[in-house]
Nanobody, 125 residues
Framework: VQLQASGGGLVQAGGSLRLSCAAS????????TGWFRQLPGKEREFVSA????????HYADSVKGRFTISRDNAKNMVYLQMNSLKPEDTAVYSC???????????????????WGQGTLVTVSS
């Protein structure tokens, strides 16, 4: 599976962005897809995850109520709608695919099998 995140950019605090994760090579399944973010010198941080059916979603406390994850399996895409952005949301955002359930899902990076290149989100104050 090849994953590619896009949609990042520069936005003022309070603004919105929608990130997209496109998959090629095979479908974004069978289990789940997640978003993580990272700043240089900092640990990768879990942001959100969604099951294959879309019926189960998870969010980090820091983004709950502001971010919404969704998917379109017909298009092999996963999206992250980010509203009310804050300067502390600034990071490189990457999407990842999990092929099966493991106990560390959804928060741990090692629950995911495939990773894409990230997209930079910069929120100015």
């Amino acid at each position: 599976v090849q994953l590619q995140a896009s949609g990042g950019g520069l936005v003022q605090a309070g603004g919105s962005l929608r990130l997209s994760c496109a998959a090629s090579g095979r479908t974004l399944g069978p289990f789940a897809t997640g978003w993580f973010r990272q700043l240089p010198g900092k640990e990768r941080e879990f942001v959100s995850a969604i099951s294959w059916s879309g019926g189960t979603t998870h969010y980090a406390d820091s983004v709950k109520g502001r971010f919404t994850i969704s998917r379109d399996n017909a298009k092999n895409m996963v999206y992250l709608q980010m509203n009310s952005l804050k300067p502390e949301d600034t990071a490189v955002y990457s999407c990842a695919a999990a092929m099966q359930y493991v106990r560390s899902w959804p928060n741990a990076w090692d629950a995911y099998d495939y990773w894409g290149q990230g997209t930079l989100v910069t929120v100015s104050s």
